[in-house]
Structure formats: structure tokens, C-alpha cells
């Protein structure tokens, strides 16, 4: 389906901003990618984009080409996820975006074992700690750690998340151990905290007796990656506050102490969100089922 496929390339280019990018998205490379746009022009024999050296936007035409052309697509993807549920046999490519942490430990060492007993299936991975936007993206499914708010998607909780604040031993024994939630404020500690460009305002928040408290704490730095943070802790570098499965085996060995057991984080939950529409879809049923059945152990504290 030539023609499908030229459609695809080009609403990908439109949402990712480049020829070089959208193509990318759809293992095409760039000259493929510019040949299906030029092809794609010269049937329509419009022009789809304005090109300079610097940038490639679409043109008034290619904005309403495009909005149409998602309907179709969209469409097809119906259709394609109707003739599925006759199937027994799960097959397509599923794109799926992880946290970092999440995805490196956890999703990705599954993936290969989910194609092999699948093998009409495809899956890529994208692993990013900033939130996704699924629907603009184009994604069929984003696993996190925490409490997302779109109503739009489809929400399954996987299993509970636990976090934990810790630092490494030589930090305590310069900075000492905190007692008291109030000893991280005010700059007292430095608390290595995970931001990016948009990200909300930043805070903690712990159980108490008195029920939840934000605790609006403040560090020297920062990072778009918790793995970034984690290494920043090691080294003796702050606090941070971690969901536990990604910090277990350093609180076992001793590199990092647990602090305030008291009044720890509030846990989160690990799930995965996705569109409506891929609710009878059965590679992504499959997906969904393989994953939550071998991972399950691994948030057990």
C-alpha cells in the first residue's frame, strides 16, 4: 500500500517536524522519506511544505491535507485492529514510551521474549522521563510511575509503587541524617530533584500522621534523567526520592541509606495509559498481559 504508507510518512513529518525525524520514527531514511513526501506531491499536485535550508513547515494546503489524512489513517487503523480480534495470532508494530528507569529495568528485558513468542509483532521503544503527549506522538501505549490526570486515555493500573528518600553514607556523615521532614527545607540538604523543560512546580510529598505533606524542597542541580540523579546520590552528591525498585539492591548493599522511614514519600502507582481505540486491539491486549504478568514481582518490597 504505497500510497497508505507515503500518507504516513507525511502526517509523521508534519507531527515531528522533520523529514529526517519522521522518517526515523518509521525506520525509513531520509532520502526515502523526501522521495514518498515528493511522490506524495506530485499525485496531489500541490505542494505540501515550504523548504528552506533551516526549517520545513507545511503549507496551507498540507495543514488541511493533513488533518484529512489523519482521518483516513486513523481509520484504516480501525479497521486493521477490527480484522485483528478474528485472529489468533497478535501481529503489528506496537510503539511503546517508558520512564527511563522503569523501561531499562523492567519493560525492555521483556520485549524480546514478547516478539519471540509473538513473532508477527513488532515493538519500539521509546524511553523518555519527560511526559508524553500519546495521542500527538503516535503511540500506542506509555508506562509510568505516578498519578496522570488525562481522562482522555485509558488508565490500568499494574501494580503499587513504593519510593523511598535515600542518600549514600558519606553524604550523611558530612551533611547528617536527616530527622525531621523540616530538616530538607529551607536549603539544608541538597535534594537532586528530576526536571525538564515545562515540568510543574517540584515538590515532595510524604505520609504523616496528620495525612499527606508537600514539602517544597530546593538542591544545586538538577536532571531530565533519573538514572542522572541516582549517580548524583552514589556519589555522595544529595538526597533523592526513588521508587524502590529502582534503588533496591544499592539500599541492600549499603550504598545508599534509607532517611526518614517515618514519614516516607507517598506511594505512587506503576500502570500504563492508552487510547480508547486500542482497547480491542489484541497485539496490545497481549502486550499489556505479558508485561504485567512477568513484572509484577519486581515493585514487591
Given at each position: 500500500m504505497p500510497y497508505i504508507e507515503s500518507l504516513r510518512v507525511f502526517a509523521r513529518i508534519i507531527e515531528l517536524g522533520s523529514i529526517t525525524s519522521g522518517g526515523r520514527d518509521l525506520r525509513l531514511t531520509p532520502a526515502v522519506a523526501s522521495k514518498r513526501i515528493k511522490e506524495l506531491e506530485k499525485h496531489l499536485g500541490v505542494r505540501l511544505f515550504n523548504r528552506t535550508t533551516r526549517s520545513l513547515t507545511p503549507t496551507g494546503v498540507g495543514r488541511v491535507f493533513y488533518k484529512e489524512a489523519k482521518k483516513v489513517l486513523a481509520s484504516i487503523d480501525t479497521a486493521e485492529s477490527a480484522i485483528a480480534t478474528f485472529?489468533?495470532?497478535?501481529r503489528g508494530v506496537i510503539r511503546v514510551n517508558a520512564p527511563l528507569g522503569l523501561g531499562r529495568?523492567?519493560?525492555?528485558?521483556?520485549?524480546?521474549?514478547f516478539v519471540k513468542k509473538f513473532p508477527s509483532t513488532e515493538v519500539r521503544m521509546r524511553l523518555s522521563d519527560r511526559k508524553v503527549d500519546i495521542i500527538g506522538e503516535n503511540?500506542?501505549?506509555?508506562?509510568?510511575?505516578?498519578?496522570?490526570?488525562d481522562s482522555n486515555l485509558k488508565l490500568r493500573?499494574?501494580?503499587?509503587?513504593?519510593?523511598?528518600?535515600?542518600?549514600?553514607?558519606?553524604?550523611l556523615a558530612a551533611k547528617g541524617t536527616p530527622k525531621l521532614p523540616d530538616d530538607l527545607l529551607n536549603g539544608k540538604h541538597n535534594c537532586l530533584l528530576l526536571r525538564y523543560p515545562r515540568s510543574p512546580e517540584y515538590f515532595w510529598v510524604i505520609k504523616t500522621n496528620n495525612g499527606p505533606r508537600k514539602l517544597e524542597v530546593t538542591g544545586k542541580y538538577d536532571a531530565d534523567?533519573?538514572?542522572?540523579?541516582?549517580?548524583?546520590?552514589?556519589?555522595?552528591?544529595?538526597?533523592?526520592n526513588k521508587p524502590y525498585f529502582e534503588i533496591m539492591e544499592h539500599l541492600r548493599s549499603g550504598a545508599l541509606v534509607e532517611i526518614l522511614s517515618d514519614t516516607p514519600p507517598v506511594p505512587t502507582i506503576f500502570g500504563c495509559l492508552y487510547p480508547h481505540k486500542k482497547l480491542q486491539d489484541p497485539k496490545m491486549r497481549c502486550f499489556v498481559d505479558f508485561i504485567i504478568s512477568h513484572c509484577s514481582k519486581s515493585f514487591d518490597t
Open positions: 485472529s489468533d495470532t497478535p529495568r523492567i519493560i525492555a528485558p521483556l520485549v524480546p521474549d503511540l500506542d501505549l506509555a508506562f509510568f510511575i505516578g498519578m496522570p490526570r493500573k499494574i501494580a503499587d509503587c513504593e519510593r523511598v528518600l535515600c542518600a549514600a553514607p558519606d553524604y534523567d533519573g538514572d542522572v540523579l541516582t549517580a548524583w546520590a552514589l556519589s555522595g552528591h544529595g538526597v533523592i
